[in-house]
């Protein structure tokens, strides 16, 4: 009788222990995919952790409709900049491209333009800065369908990039850049006057005829010509019977036309194509009858980087290192 209680006993004793040690079981395996979650998501944040750009970190940036300031962080900011500046059709390394440049010329306006702006850094005005867009109006001006994956492309640029821009001598350039050079970039001796920087020389980039860009007319009836030339200039006059009425009398490294002597005045090219609105100074004029035409080639006042220049080397297999020591003279790329 004695061993059958025995047994009885030592029966409810295991039954009662098996869901006890089941448990403990079960709640080490929990605790263990835990813990490995935890460190996975530890790794990711490791990975995907922001560079860290130090005082580069968070620009103002001026926006010159509303003047209202806004901060945003660097390779935010760059996302609006190179969305604006270069077509989302164009070829990756070309953007990558634009994204160092732009880094570059952002950073130098932080170091060297100090108080142009108030207490902002860089305005959005293309004409005074670089351009700049809001994710949402860059949405309004895409195809809906193609949206999500032009922005993608536009922020993976900016990413793969992270950090780089592009030095002389250990300091950033003022990495100026335009539309379409005519095949032949400018030097800023000849846009701006100065003394120049070594690193923006004229160099020749094939290709630029394939795009949209490269050539442009514009046609005033001489009346027109004259009146828009008379805003500035007062004094001017000019005889349509003298067949040296206009005569360009220099071309510069670039092609573009440097001196012109237009009726009783003598302009550079620079001032005649902003008078007349051309999108370049490389052009060549024609009287006939009561007009007189431009013939313009290239887009923009042709200093440093061309963008149809470096998409045509992106289609030709280049890269965006190769692309900017093209159109930079003895640079390097360097990290922040």
Same mark, same amino acid.
Request: negative net charge; charged residues 25%.
């Given at each position: 009788m004695k061993k059958i209680l025995a047994y009885v006993l030592i029966f409810v004793l295991v039954c009662f222990l098996i869901p006890v040690v089941l448990t403990k079981k079960t709640g080490k395996q929990v605790n263990t995919n835990i813990y490995v979650n935890e460190q996975n998501d530890s790794e990711v944040a490791e990975n995907t952790a922001e560079?860290?750009?130090?005082?580069?970190?968070?620009?103002?940036?001026?926006?010159?409709?509303?003047?209202?300031?806004?901060?945003?962080?660097?390779?935010?900011?760059?996302?609006?900049?190179?969305?604006?500046?270069m077509p989302a059709s164009f070829e990756k390394e070309a953007l990558k491209a634009q994204a160092v440049v732009a880094r570059t010329y952002t950073i130098y306006k932080i170091e060297n333009n100090e108080g142009k702006h108030g207490e902002a850094n860089i305005c959005d005005d293309s004409g005074c800065c670089q351009a700049w867009i809001s994710k949402e109006d860059r949405f309004t001006k895409w195809e809906e369908a193609s949206r999500?994956?032009?922005?993608?492309?536009?922020?993976?640029?900016?990413? @793969?990039?992270?950090?780089?821009?592009?030095?002389?001598?250990?300091?950033? !350039?003022?990495?100026?850049?335009?539309?379409? @050079?005519?095949?032949?970039t400018e030097t800023t001796l000849n846009v701006w006057g100065g003394s120049g920087y070594p690193y923006l020389q004229s160099v020749s980039t094939s290709g630029e005829d394939a795009y949209t860009q490269y050539k442009s007319e514009v046609t005033l009836t001489k009346e027109g010509? !004259?009146?828009?030339?008379?805003?500035?200039?007062?004094?001017?006059e000019i005889d349509f019977n003298d067949e040296k009425c206009i005569s360009i009398l220099e071309y510069t490294e670039g092609n573009r036309v440097k001196k012109i002597r237009i009726g009783n005045k003598e302009f550079s090219g620079v001032e005649i194509r902003t008078l007349i609105g051309l999108k370049s100074a490389n052009f060549n004029i024609e009287i006939k009858g009561d007009n007189i035409y431009f013939s313009v080639v290239g887009y923009g006042h042709g200093v440093g980087m061309s963008q149809t220049g470096a998409d045509s080397m992106a289609k030709a297999g280049k890269n965006y290192e190769e692309i900017i020591k093209h159109f930079y003279t003895g640079v390097e790329i360097s990290n922040i």
């Amino acid at each position: 009788m004695k061993k059958i209680l025995a047994y009885v006993l030592i029966f409810v004793l295991v039954c009662f222990l098996i869901p006890v040690v089941l448990t403990k079981k079960t709640g080490k395996q929990v605790n263990t995919n835990i813990y490995v979650n935890e460190q996975n998501d530890s790794e990711v944040a490791e990975n995907t952790a922001e560079y860290n750009y130090n005082k580069y970190n968070t620009i103002k940036l001026l926006h010159t409709k509303t003047q209202e300031i806004e901060e945003i962080k660097l390779d935010e900011y760059l996302y609006g900049v190179v969305s604006a500046e270069m077509p989302a059709s164009f070829e990756k390394e070309a953007l990558k491209a634009q994204a160092v440049v732009a880094r570059t010329y952002t950073i130098y306006k932080i170091e060297n333009n100090e108080g142009k702006h108030g207490e902002a850094n860089i305005c959005d005005d293309s004409g005074c800065c670089q351009a700049w867009i809001s994710k949402e109006d860059r949405f309004t001006k895409w195809e809906e369908a193609s949206r999500e994956a032009n922005w993608n492309k536009i922020v993976e640029a900016v990413e @793969s990039t992270k950090g780089k821009y592009i030095t002389y001598e250990g300091k950033p !350039i003022n990495a100026f850049f335009h539309s379409n @050079s005519g095949g032949k970039t400018e030097t800023t001796l000849n846009v701006w006057g100065g003394s120049g920087y070594p690193y923006l020389q004229s160099v020749s980039t094939s290709g630029e005829d394939a795009y949209t860009q490269y050539k442009s007319e514009v046609t005033l009836t001489k009346e027109g010509f !004259i009146n828009k030339i008379k805003e500035k200039y007062s004094d001017f006059e000019i005889d349509f019977n003298d067949e040296k009425c206009i005569s360009i009398l220099e071309y510069t490294e670039g092609n573009r036309v440097k001196k012109i002597r237009i009726g009783n005045k003598e302009f550079s090219g620079v001032e005649i194509r902003t008078l007349i609105g051309l999108k370049s100074a490389n052009f060549n004029i024609e009287i006939k009858g009561d007009n007189i035409y431009f013939s313009v080639v290239g887009y923009g006042h042709g200093v440093g980087m061309s963008q149809t220049g470096a998409d045509s080397m992106a289609k030709a297999g280049k890269n965006y290192e190769e692309i900017i020591k093209h159109f930079y003279t003895g640079v390097e790329i360097s990290n922040i």
